[in-house]
């Protein structure tokens, strides 16, 4: 019988140690602003090419359009995603998933876990795999992906990718019903903290930023000036002249593919998309994040022949 | 006779594949072993969420050995043609045997196929069909190029019979085949070895597997249906989720749980669809109040706890799902009373299609044509035209944001809270109807006024813009929504001219896209002379409008009578004729009749020398003939009469070709001069007497028995009477009677349409 976590950040911590312990890499979240931790490089980037790879970390992620100034229950604008992915998937993949809600306190003898179909696709990533939800008594608690494309390429090996949400997971294992309830660090410590403690107020700022009061021709201005950044980027000569080295930017260039990605996902909020437009800029990051791809698999780090 | 067992272990195979697979893996293997030359006595596939197995019985042991002689070129022939015939045969030169024929001396190869041992033929067959598996979508793992539909872990391939089991030796991609399997993933997760199917089966069940899907489904639909019965409740029937949901577990275990007090109040279908869509979860009915009080979960999980856990969990779920469900009713309840103004509203910003407007185009569109259609279906035109503004109004709630498959229900609901009319509420609900041939078609007036509207609509627009079915391809429905046209029509005998009424709307329909348009329109300085002529109003030099109403935009392109083609680019509006659009339009109503009347055994010939008729866009009238004519050429009469039509037809068709001139002066009886063209002067008269008033009355029946009655005449006219007689004057008088004969048969029905029958 696994023990039980008694906050927040023990799961996390308890996540970290059990993948770390299954040879992953413990990576820090990217510094950027990202709708899903599939954005970080670490997975976009990292899935692509032939290189062998184990990574795992937190990600902060924003979703401007689920804002409900904290009130609701389950839905936030930003929120944490614990992310794996291990390139090529290993064969025993399920068990190594399984032993992680184990570790967090999940026995697997008293729930009834169950693998359900759910493909996933990004349009803006131009990516997609095969794979389930999760699901923990029902509970939807994981998406559990074997990546086949990434930015229009085919994935060779391919990488397995979980991702837990981790305020859902951990209200159901620390019996909490609303998430601003939830303990944040230990309940018994000097200063006990909630989740609405650290984040109720921020929730009601950005809902009202991003609903009412982010300047949207700013907005608009900045996707272009990303759109074209990016492409700029990719477009300058490999050989550099200062270190005679040859440096492909793939790195820089996606930084400009989520940050314009991120920026529509505010204009979506705003209510200034259609629904025609929305595909035409979907199109437009995907377009970015192809390029970027392009680039990625031209690198050392993307498989290519050093 | 061996028999043959193959399990494919993998992760979880989708639900909704799983039966399919079975079925595909059976075909492939046993048409792979029979066109290896083998044969077995029967065959079944079964489907677990992590397996799919096939037992195969009564297998021969091995192929039988063929040989076969192949006759050959001439001894001396070109090297070329030598080398072809080597080739084809697949044996060198050296092996051919030189016979002596007719011609002389000619090359024969001999081939021998020797009989292969069963598992040699099975390895090939089932790496052929793991590798060529047709699943629906199908991935890659790992570092391997092998696609399965989730990893492939084991295979077990065993041919036993009495004398013991074998492994059947193959290696697909790594895999190689064995004689073990494993069992529930948490219950029995370690391996062991099966000596046959039966020994599979049990060992299986013993390890919490139970391999037939229709077990599982009949086990969990006879537990549920216990335990709500021990509680007075009964569990709402649902095939399909039963079916997915036994295709989730290998273990199924049944557990009933309660609906939180605080939602008791939803409607029932709320409940159903919120926890069948998303948990998967059967819902429970108390058989007195017809309410949803409980839900039925299926754990693939038995736990110490007896399922408390796992239920408690799901519970919590589901409330909070509820909650949700909750949330948006009583935000859809406020606006709802309030008149649903807002949603109204709101669909003005919902692009229905981008060169058909908006939603609320559509529904100010459906409101007009409602009313109009509303007098030939018995509905009341106001309560028509108040049905079609609030049917769509739900697209706007949040519950149908959250659960689209409750359109219409949902507006039901909100249209009697909002204190609207029981028919108008109705009409919310069934104005969709009907959607497929066999869905119920709705009988109230007014859903039947809204629901013509609705996809007389549709036709219409997507019609206007150049958006026809062509072949297989029919992206929107436009084939389903001619049908359900044709099925509200029929279903109601209703008498609806439908050109008249597809000329009307294409009408209404420019007016309503262009008169929308008309700021933007006023906007734009690129617009040049031709497309203000067609299109809309003239804007002169000096900014003011010369108005042409939109009647005067129809009565220009109405008068052109064609299809003009011609891009407006500010609107992209093909603009077509109504009368263009009308016609063809109604040509696709009676394709899709005949059809619909093909099916219920009425033949298209029949139809169409009905559609010959005046009156065809009443498809009511339409029917109702074809019915009639189809009755009396079914009769001895009629199928005679339609010969002597035919001769008649034929007789006179000849000699005004020949004549050049057209029969259709009154014949004269004081020419006639036998007694059988007397007595079809007489007869003529007398179904003429008949048929007319019967055709002005519309009462096809009489009319045909009347034009049936003339068979006796006509054939005895035909057996004693030449119509080309010498004396020209006879002769005349003759080819006139026959175009009596002619002129009453074809006010009944095109009989020239009728094929022959032998």
């Known amino acids: 019988m696994a023990d039980k976590p008694r906050s927040f950040q023990e799961i996390i911590l308890r996540l970290q140690t059990y993948w770390a312990s299954k040879g992953c890499a413990i990576l820090q979240p990217y510094d950027m602003e990202v709708g899903a931790g599939t954005f970080h490089p670490a997975t976009t980037l990292r899935a692509l090419g032939s290189n062998h790879w184990a990574a795992a970390y937190v990600q902060p992620s924003r979703r401007p359009t689920d804002g409900r100034y904290g009130e609701n229950p389950n839905r936030l604008q930003h929120y944490y995603q614990y992310q794996v992915l291990i390139k090529p998937s290993p064969p025993d993949l399920q068990d190594l998933y399984l032993g992680s809600l184990e570790a967090i306190g999940i026995d697997a003898a008293m729930h009834d876990i169950r693998f359900v179909e759910d493909d996933w696709e990004s349009p803006t990533l131009g990516a997609w795999g095969l794979g389930w939800e999760v699901w923990c008594d029902g509970m939807e608690v994981s998406q559990f992906t074997y990546f086949q494309q990434v930015g229009g390429h085919d994935c060779k090996p391919v990488s397995g990718e979980l991702t837990y949400g981790l305020e859902r997971l951990a209200m159901y294992v620390l019996n909490v019903d609303h998430v601003m309830d939830m303990p944040f660090n230990d309940p018994q410590t000097q200063i006990p903290l909630t989740y609405g403690d650290i984040f109720k107020q921020t929730e009601q700022e950005y809902a009202r930023w991003n609903f009412d009061i982010a300047d949207t021709d700013v907005l608009l201005q900045h996707f272009v000036d990303a759109e074209a950044e990016c492409q700029r980027i990719l477009d300058a000569p490999v050989d550099d002249p200062k270190t005679g080295l040859k440096i492909i930017m793939a790195h820089p260039a996606y930084d400009q593919c989520i940050k314009a990605s991120h920026v529509f996902n505010l204009l979506d909020a705003r209510g200034v998309i259609s629904v025609t437009e929305r595909q035409a800029y979907i199109g437009r990051v995907r377009a970015l994040a192809k390029a970027c791809a392009d680039a990625f698999v031209q690198t050392e780090a993307g498989g290519a022949a050093a | ?758």
Not at chain 2, 39 to 64: C, I, N, Q
Not at chain 2, 253 to 268: A, N, T, Y
Request: charged content about 25%.
């Open chain 2, 1 to 758: 006779m061996p028999d043959l067992l193959i399990e494919l272990f993998s992760e979880e195979i989708p639900a909704r594949m799983q039966t399919r697979a079975a079925d595909d893996l059976r075909k492939l293997v046993t048409d792979g072993l029979v066109e290896a030359g083998l044969t077995y006595a029967g065959a079944a596939g079964f489907s677990t969420p992590r397996r799919l197995t096939l037992s195969l019985d009564g297998l021969t042991a091995e192929s039988k050995a063929v040989r076969e002689e192949r006759k050959g070129p001439k001894v001396g022939a070109p090297d070329k043609a030598i080398e072809g015939f080597l080739r084809g045969a697949g044996v060198a030169r050296d092996d051919l045997e030189v016979r002596d024929d007719k011609k002389g001396q000619v090359y024969f190869a001999v081939i021998e196929k020797p009989g292969r041992l069963a598992a040699d033929i099975i390895a090939e067959v089932l790496e052929k069909s793991v590798r060529n598996f047709p699943w629906p979508k199908s991935m890659r793992w790992g570092t391997g190029s092998l696609k399965w539909v989730r990893p492939l872990h084991s295979i077990l391939c065993i041919l036993s019979d009495e004398a013991g089991t074998e492994v059947v030796p193959l290696d697909v991609d790594g895999i190689t085949s064995g004689n073990t399997t494993r069992g529930h993933r948490f219950l029995a997760p370690n391996s062991f070895s099966v000596a046959s199917f039966d020994d599979y089966e049990a060992k299986l069940k013993r390890a919490n597997v139970v391999l037939r899907a229709d077990e599982r489904a009949e086990a969990i639909w006879n537990e549920a249906t216990t335990q709500a019965f021990a509680l007075g409740l009964e569990v709402v029937e649902d095939r399909g989720l039963l079916a997915e949901v036994a295709g989730l577990v290998e273990w199924p275990v049944v557990l009933l749980g309660r609906i939180d007090d605080d939602f008791l109040g939803l409607p029932p279908e709320v409940l159903q669809t919120s926890m069948k869509e998303h948990q998967k979860f059967f819902s429970v009915r108390n058989p007195k109040t017809g309410r949803i009080e409980r839900f039925v979960t299926v754990a693939n999980m038995e736990t110490a706890d007896n399922g408390a856990t796992i239920l408690a969990g799901n519970q919590k779920v589901l409330s909070a799902r509820l909650a949700d469900a909750k949330f948006f009713w009583e935000n859809d309840l406020r606006v709802a009373k309030a008149g649903m103004e807002p949603w109204l509203e709101s669909l003005s910003n919902v692009t229905f299609h981008n060169k058909l407007g908006s939603q609320k185009d559509r529904i100010e569109r459906i409101a007009a044509l409602a009313r109009e259609v509303a007098p030939s279906v018995g509905a009341d035109p106001d309560l028509a035209e108040q049905a079609a503004r609030v049917a769509k109004a739900d697209l706007s709630s949040e519950m149908v944001y959250e659960f689209p498959e409750l359109q219409g229900l949902m507006g039901r609901y909100y249209a009697a809270e909002a204190g609207l009319p029981a028919d108008v509420a109705a009409a919310c609900e069934e104005h969709y109807s009907p959607l497929g041939p066999s869905d119920d078609v709705p009988t109230a007036p007014v859903s039947v006024a809204v629901a013509l509207a609705d996809k007389i609509d549709t036709l219409t627009g997507f019609w206007a813009i150049d958006e026809k079915p062509t072949g297989s391809k029919d992206p929107f429905a436009l084939r389903r929504a001619a049908l359900g046209v044709i099925r509200l029509v029929l279903d109601g005998k209703s008498s609806v001219k439908l050109d008249e009424v597809v000329q009307f709307h294409s009408r209404a329909l420019y007016a309503s896209l262009v008169l929308n348009d008309r700021a933007s329109v006023l906007n734009d300085s690129t617009l040049d002379e031709e497309h203000w002529i067609l299109g809309a109003n003239k804007a002169m030099p000096d900014g003011t409008i010369l108005a042409l109403s939109v009647p005067e935009i129809f009565e220009r392109v109405d008068a052109l009578n064609v299809s003009l083609s011609r891009d407006l680019d500010w609107q992209a509006i093909r603009i077509t004729s109504a009368k263009v659009i009308a016609k063809e339009l109604l040509s696709f109503f009676h394709d899709r009749l005949k059809v619909f009347l093909r099916d219920k055994g009425i033949r298209h010939d029949i139809i169409d020398a009905c559609i010959a008729m005046p009156g065809n866009d009443d498809l009511t009238l339409l029917v109702k003939r074809a019915e009639a004519l189809a009755e009396t050429l079914a009769t001895d009469d009629g199928e005679n009469l339609l010969q002597g039509f035919k001769r008649a037809n034929n007789i006179l068709s000849q000699a005004e070709e020949k004549d050049g001139v057209e029969y259709s002066y009154g014949a004269d009886i004081k020419f006639a001069e036998h007694d059988a063209e007397k007595a079809l002067f007489a007869a003529l008269d007398a179904a003429d007497a008949k048929i007319v008033p019967a055709m002005e009355a519309e009462d096809f029946s009489t009319a045909m028995t009347a034009m049936a009655a003339l068979r006796g005449p006509i054939d005895a006219f035909f057996t004693d009477v030449q119509v080309n007689a010498d004396s020209q004057v006879l002769r005349r008088n003759r080819l006139n009677l026959l175009s009596r004969i002619r002129n009453i048969c074809l006010s009944v029905a095109d009989l020239t349409k009728i094929e022959g029958t032998s």
